[in-house]
């Protein structure tokens, strides 16, 4: 994430936490701009608790109705919101995994053994708010996404079938290939098990708005639903 600052002459330049405290040159005037302290930063960006974490700036504003949380469409910020949709982010704090996992020797070789994990996942809840228009555009957007996407995963399930298919196959014949299914069964494992399992287009959308945004950036893994569209103050009545 990067923070604006303005230099004497106007120009407006972009700085990241990591240049607090430092300084670094107008690229308009070549003037050196001293760049603030960590919190001071946050605190132009609008974070009015930047020493809270993120999960608890999100749990704060939404106690307070504050921004994004205002009763204003997060979308257009400019029309009262008039739909809601309820987002619940769980979300993986700890994971502690077996000593035993991975390839492990055999009687007859090599065998893949997946060991036992105890996780513990935390859930956040907070309002998608939408005027009439924006949530129509969004329904639109979403939509054709889900369609690329789709298409993105029958078109790997063609190229991934096959291929494993093929390596079992020449594994019966050729013993060495069977570390190649062994390894491409393994890769495929990980990338299920870490994955943020959460459609590109959910996370981009939730990514844009504030405190939000700063929520899934720090998380390692995490899970999304969305609720169906409801008026405002409906879920909340319930």
């Known amino acids: 994430m990067s923070y604006e600052l303005t ?4 120009h407006l330049l972009r700085v990241r936490l990591g240049q607090a405290g430092s300084q670094v040159a107008c690229t308009s005037c070549k003037a050196m701009v001293a760049v603030p302290s960590v919190s001071q930063l946050k605190r132009m960006a609008g ?10 700036r999100l749990s704060k504003a939404l106690a307070e109705h504050a ?25 993986l ?11 492990q020797p055999s009687a007859t070789g090599m065998a893949l053994v997946v060991g036992s994990a105890n996780e513990q ?4 809840q907070f309002p998608l708010l939408f005027c009439g228009d924006c949530h129509k555009q969004v329904q639109q957007e ?3 996404a889900n369609f690329g996407s789709f298409a993105k995963t029958l078109g790997a399930m063609v190229f991934y079938v096959p291929l494993v298919v093929l390596l079992i196959v020449l ?42 945004g700063d929520v899934m950036v720090g998380l390692d893994e995490f899970e ?15």
């Open 67 to 91: 921004e994004p949380f205002t009763g204003e469409c997060q979308f257009c910020n400019s029309q009262p919101a008039s739909l809601q949709r309820l987002v619940c982010l769980h979300y």
């Open 142 to 144: 979403w939509r054709r």
């Open 224 to 238: 999304v639903e969305v609720a169906p569209a409801a008026p405002v103050g409906a879920m909340r009545n319930r």
């Open 7 to 10: 230099c004497q002459c106007g």
């Open 93 to 103: 704090v700890a994971r502690h995994v077996s000593e035993r996992e991975g390839l």
């Open 47 to 56: 974070n009015k608790a930047p020493y809270l974490a993120a999960v608890e």
């Open 171 to 212: 594994s019966l014949f050729i013993p060495f290939v069977s570390i190649g299914v062994v390894v491409l069964v393994v890769v495929m494992a990980v990338r299920h098990r870490t994955r943020k399992k959460v459609s590109p287009f959910i996370r981009e959308m939730l990514s844009r708005l504030p405190l939000v």
């Open 121 to 124: 996942w935390h859930i956040v």
